[in-house]
């Protein structure tokens, strides 16, 4: 039997599964055959044959509380990326494994088959039952993958309140301390569209204060100002960990980010530990698209600005266009897309997370994290499942992890991938 994390993730990597358009149906049936090989029985579900979902379910001494382990196999594009090495050769060079998906996130779903393949070889019964989701489509909504699996098969996770998933427990240094921070809760993703009119006119004629004018504005505003600083429960935990950890006047920095009239001000000092906290204290709001004039020589009477904007916990797209209308002024909005919901929080199994990583690495400091991108938990969430971003890396100093995530040159060091393979294998062997 091959668990070896190292040798899975490069066999992993060599699968190009670039979505669009993922093609994963390869990958996954590769991770198939490790698990029947090993004895597991496993299901195959697909909305499309080219882009299934593998489940398979280890039994424990109860059935009454799974754990679920998920993770997806699909990556982002590498295209007018310069690599230092093939982006899909999976090559191991200066201490690390290279290629796309080492972190995001065949890195992860590498640690977490490996150690369901040792709880198996060891003959480990666990306390209850795993059940382990390997899905397609992640990095395009899970419309193929997670949403279509909780949406028509949501009796697969029947019992399930806690999941491991992305992202959490790779090393944060803030100053000399190293922090791992555990994802247990994430922003949410949304569109708005913002609809502008004006007169229109000739191209030849001089108008002023028309559609083009006003977007101008607009843009420029949303450019100048910051949305507002809110201080969520998840970020007031996070700030009040790391700053009892830290020294003065450190300590002191860090817990002045929780007085919103001082926020953005602070920050500043931060400098490149900045923009780790910036996101998490605001909800954010970005252009993506603008579309107004069709005809050459006609000035538009109507131009659309299309926005993502990323919600806070506990906020909806009502909190935000009433946050734009006093930055930009009132205007028509359109709602593209909603995925805000009720906000709850359950940390049960934290205090697990942090043990087990203490145990790994006594000089490492757990801190729970909101995590500032969207993944699968928010699909999984809709079924009442806490998702906790749970796949242990060891990382450099010098390394970034956010600014590798989707980047060129994303690699991750060769020991990391075991640290957290051994994180999970306990954290398997020892769930209640």
Not at 161 to 171: C, L, V
Request: hydrophobic share 40%.
């Amino acid at each position: 039997m091959n668990n070896n994390p190292i040798e899975i993730l490069q066999n992993l990597i060599h699968f190009d599964t670039t979505n669009p358009p993922g093609n994963e149906k390869e990958c996954i049936e590769y991770i198939n055959k490790l698990l029947v090989d090993a004895g597991f029985e496993t299901k195959l579900i697909a909305k499309d044959p080219n882009r299934p979902n593998l489940i398979t379910r280890l039994k424990g001494q109860s059935n009454t509380n799974p754990l679920l382990l998920y993770g997806h196999v699909d990556v982002v594009t590498t295209e007018n990326q310069i690599w230092k090495y093939s982006p899909f050769e999976a090559k191991i060079a200066d201490g690390y494994l290279w290629g796309r998906g080492t972190l995001d996130m065949k890195g992860g779903v590498a640690m977490m088959v490996s150690a369901l393949l040792k709880v198996k070889a060891k003959n480990i019964i666990p306390p209850d039952d795993i059940i382990c989701a390997i899905v397609s489509d992640e990095e395009a909504g899970g419309i193929y993958g997670a949403k279509y699996l909780t949406e028509n098969y949501p009796d697969i996770f029947k019992g399930v309140k806690y999941a491991i998933g992305e992202f959490g427990g790779f090393t944060l240094y803030v100053g000399k301390k190293k922090f791992y921070p555990i994802m247990i809760a994430e922003k949410r993703p949304c569109r708005i569209k913002i609809i502008v009119r004006g007169p229109s006119g000739h191209g030849a004629l001089p108008l002023h204060g028309g559609a083009s004018a006003k977007t101008g504005a607009i843009l420029s505003k949303l450019d100048r100002y910051n949305m507002p600083v809110h201080i969520t429960d998840v970020v007031r935990m996070q700030i009040d960990t790391m700053a009892s950890n830290l020294p003065f006047p450190a300590n002191l920095v860090m817990r002045l980010l929780k007085v919103p009239a001082l926020t953005d001000r602070v920050l500043k000092l931060l400098k490149n530990n900045a923009e780790v906290f910036e996101p998490l204290l605001h909800n954010t709001v970005n252009v993506v698209n603008i579309i107004g004039g069709e005809q050459r020589f006609g000035i538009p009477s109507k131009i659309e600005i299309t926005l993502v904007t990323v919600l806070l916990p506990g906020y909806n797209l009502n909190d935000i266009i009433s946050e734009l209308k006093k930055i930009i002024g009132e205007f028509e909005f359109e709602i593209l897309r909603d995925e805000s919901l009720p906000y709850k929080l359950d940390m049960g199994l934290f205090d697990t997370l942090k043990e087990i990583l203490h145990m790994a690495d006594p000089t490492g400091i757990a801190v729970p994290i909101l995590l500032t991108s969207p993944t699968d938990a928010r699909t999984f969430d809709k079924l009442g499942i806490q998702t906790y971003g749970f796949t242990p890396m060891i990382l450099h100093k010098e390394m970034n992890f956010t600014k590798i995530v989707h980047s060129a040159d994303e690699r991750i060091p060769v020991e990391a991938i075991n640290f957290g393979t051994n994180c999970i294998y306990e954290l398997l062997k020892y769930f209640k």
